[in-house]
């Protein structure tokens, strides 16, 4: 039977990690963390839990520090996790099988929790679902100083791995991120990915116009098909976009990925955005978008929620159904607006349910 660890990196993580090791310790036979510089009972919690701990010179390099990290275990798997993943749904006995097969490398299905600004500057905790390669056979490791990546050819496959992450509730690592990005950027100014992360994190920090630079240049770069990070590239760069008021670039960007990102909800969420914003922004310019606004958000219900589409949760149910309800609603079909602020609110959403009781 294949051995399996446990395999991480931390600094000043107390807050999480006994959290972490709670819920996933039951996965591994071994515990490998190595800490890059605590200040806090980040080692001592580690240790509590029997794992084998050694200490890394921090050097600005997240690939070199889980390749020490990986370098350490001895298992013929290993599970690559930060402190502020915590196991929601699996188990060991449900791995065994894909660890019968040490040619392919596995991807946990992460379910990521963060701040969404909304209109009138109200926040609202929302969710968005990613795969990502952590469960490597031995001999694998990563590249990339920042958001490293698998560094091998293997074949991914899913595993029945569902992990919640908290990491981006927290403030700080955004602006550490983007000094080591923009030095990746430097080094390799056409590298899609790099240009993709850089982008992602100044969307995060709300500096649009900076951020559609690079996404525009990601845009360039990436191949037009086949790299999972593509969809959410595109989708992203639309929504910054329209955080920049760039209107005709942004209508540009839509009507070309029509064909390719047809089968996203989080598409046809994030045009009905674009449509009513630019509306609202130039109503004479624009006004032709105005039947697609409905259009947009019924074809995110038709399309549903796929999680191997990834992207945020309930763009294909109680978000673009709490859409129609307001547009609806706008537009003097109460009728309608109550049937689809109902339809979101059967799913616990709050907005919904605050919308109901005041018509």
């Not at 990563?142 to 074949?155: C, K």
């Not at 294909?316 to 129609?324: D, E, P, Q």
Request: aromatic share 12%; hydrophobic share 35%; net charge negative.
């Amino acid at each position: 039977m294949s051995t399996l660890a446990i395999v991480m990196i931390v600094k000043n993580e107390e807050k999480s990690l006994s959290r972490c090791l709670k819920q996933a310790a039951g996965l591994a036979d071994k515990l490998y963390i190595t800490d890059t510089g605590s200040t806090d009972r980040t080692r001592e919690i580690a240790a509590a839990y029997g794992a084998a701990v050694t200490e890394y010179v921090w050097n600005q390099d997240f690939a070199a520090a889980r390749n020490f990290a990986l370098s350490q275990s001895a298992c013929d798997w290993n599970l690559v996790l930060d402190a502020d993943e915590y196991l929601a749904k699996g188990s060991r006995r449900e791995l065994e099988e894909f660890l019968k097969h040490p040619d392919r490398v596995g991807a946990i299905e992460r379910k990521d929790y963060y701040m969404e600004e909304l209109p009138g500057g109200r926040q609202e905790m929302a969710y968005a679902y990613s795969y990502t390669s952590r469960l490597l056979p031995r001999g694998v490791g990563y590249t990339g100083r920042i958001h490293e990546q698998v560094d091998s050819g293997l074949p991914v496959y899913p595993v029945p791995l569902l992990f919640e992450h908290d990491g981006y509730l927290r403030p700080g690592k955004a602006e550490r991120n983007l000094a080591i990005l923009l030095e990746e950027v430097k080094a390799s100014p056409k590298d899609s990915y790099v240009l993709y992360q850089t982008a992602e994190t100044l969307r995060g920090l709300k500096r649009y116009e900076e951020a559609c630079e690079y996404y525009r240049s990601f845009y360039e770069h990436v191949p037009g098909n086949g790299v999972g990070y593509r969809a959410n590239g595109v989708i992203n760069y639309l929504y910054a976009l329209i955080g920049a008021k760039a209107w005709d670039r942004a209508l540009q960007v839509a009507a070309e990925e029509e064909g390719r990102l047809g089968s996203y909800a989080d598409f046809h969420f994030v045009c009905g955005i674009l449509f009513m914003q630019a509306i609202l922004a130039d109503t004479g310019k624009y006004i032709s978008y105005l039947p697609r606004i409905e259009a947009s958000y019924l074809k995110c219900l038709e399309i549903g929620e796929i999680p191997a589409n990834q992207g945020v949760g309930g763009t294909g149910s109680f978000r673009a159904a709490y859409n129609l309800g307001t547009w609806y609603e706008v537009t003097g079909d109460t009728k309608k607006a109550r049937a689809y602020y109902q339809k979101a609110a059967k799913e616990q959403y709050p907005p919904a349910i605050e919308r109901l009781s005041l018509l």
